[in-house]
């Protein structure tokens, strides 16, 4: 954009010169285009030597040629601006031959039109240098906005994590004093009863004594399924491989979650312990630096991978003779599920387990 300003500036500069140049010399070809061809040559490169030189030739050539100095101001766009200062001195040469040559309104005014060159170059350096710091801004917004955003969605993440935990670790607590308290008082109410039922001879009271142990044992059975509902729906799987993670430093690992349903008890416990053998092997007998785990949910069975990019060193070529390994299958195997390994491009541990009734 800045370089397509440029252009048009000198090309406004060169329409101008070259109204200068018809009005006060005879017209020739061979000027416009040495001067057009000069003025291209320094908007096109970037060496600064380059342009020194391309100035010095032009100051040379007008020494020469004072003709030339007509399009001085187009040469002067780009003479005060870069690190070659010094030759800029040298034009005093060729401008005072010029001045003694021509008439007083061409010189005077082929000196105004030069000075308006460089207040013209000048207020594109400013322009140019305000739209650069406003582009670096506005950069400089959108990655903070960005950052920003990223955290907010973590922290968002970490509280519904954490929340999940409390609720968790509450429903824990809950099933713990359930069986602690009431399930203790319950039993010793039902041993009670039992005892008392020994030692009474009338119908009436044993009747009575045996009512209210069945329905105290009934409360009982309601209390030990409700306390095993309770500290199964505090098996969660995502936060439970959440925390294998986060205690898990010897490299990054990626987790993806996928399911929607819950799945059974046994599954969620199998599940577990699968990925935290498989963390233990990659630390053990891996040189990984990245591994993942990723759970999905398929219309009959649950998916459980977990792979590493790092080659599998100190390990028994057959993938069944480590006892971490045998375990893995074991535990899925007794769900009538599928479990293979692949070191070909790190380790993968592949398992399906149909979900059931």
């Known amino acids: 954009m800045m370089y397509l300003k440029s252009l048009v500036d000198k090309a406004l500069i060169f329409v101008c010169t070259l109204i200068i140049y018809l009005a006060f010399s005879e017209p020739r070809i061979a000027t416009v285009l040495v001067s057009i061809a000069f003025g291209g040559f320094l908007s096109y490169v970037d060496s600064k030597k380059l342009k020194a030189m391309l100035i010095i030739g032009f100051l040379v050539l007008c020494f020469y040629y004072p003709v030339l100095m007509f ?57 140019s240098k305000l739209y650069s710091e406003h582009i670096n801004l506005s950069d400089a917004t959108r990655e903070m906005s960005m950052t920003l955003t990223d955290q907010k969605k973590k922290l968002i993440e970490k509280q519904d994590y954490e929340l999940g ?33 020994s030692t009474k001879t009338d119908e009436g009271t044993i009747q009575g004594l045996r009512q209210l142990n069945e329905t105290l044992s009934n409360a009982m059975n309601s209390i030990r399924e409700s306390v095993h509902q309770l500290h199964a729906d505090s098996i969660d799987l995502n936060t439970q491989i959440h925390q294998l993670i986060e205690s898990f430093t010897f490299c990054d690992v990626k987790f993806t979650y996928q399911l929607d349903s819950l799945p059974d008890i046994k599954i969620r416990y199998a599940f577990i312990a699968v990925v935290q053998e498989a963390l233990a092997n990659i630390m053990r007998h891996s040189n990984a630096t990245q591994a993942s785990i990723t759970l999905r949910e398929h219309p009959a069975f649950y998916q459980l991978i977990i792979s590493d990019n790092g080659v599998v060193m100190n390990h028994n070529p057959e993938l069944s003779g480590g006892l971490g390994l045998k375990s893995m299958a074991q535990r899925v195997n007794a769900l009538n599920g599928n479990i293979s390994f692949n070191t070909n491009q790190g380790f993968q541990v592949f398992i399906t387990v149909p979900k059931g009734d």
């Open 71 to 127: 399009f001085l101001p187009v040469i002067v766009y780009d003479m005060f601006f870069y690190s070659y200062q010094a030759i800029s001195v040298v034009v005093l040469i060729p401008l005072v031959n010029f001045v003694q040559s021509q008439p007083i309104q061409s010189s005077l005014t082929v000196i105004v039109l030069s000075i308006l060159s460089v207040l013209l170059r000048y207020r594109s350096n400013i322009y």
């Open 165 to 197: 935990l409390a609720t968790l670790n509450e429903r824990n607590r809950i099933a713990r004093e359930i069986h602690d308290s009431v399930g203790h008082l319950l039993s010793r109410a039902i041993l009670q009863i039992g005892a008392m039922l």
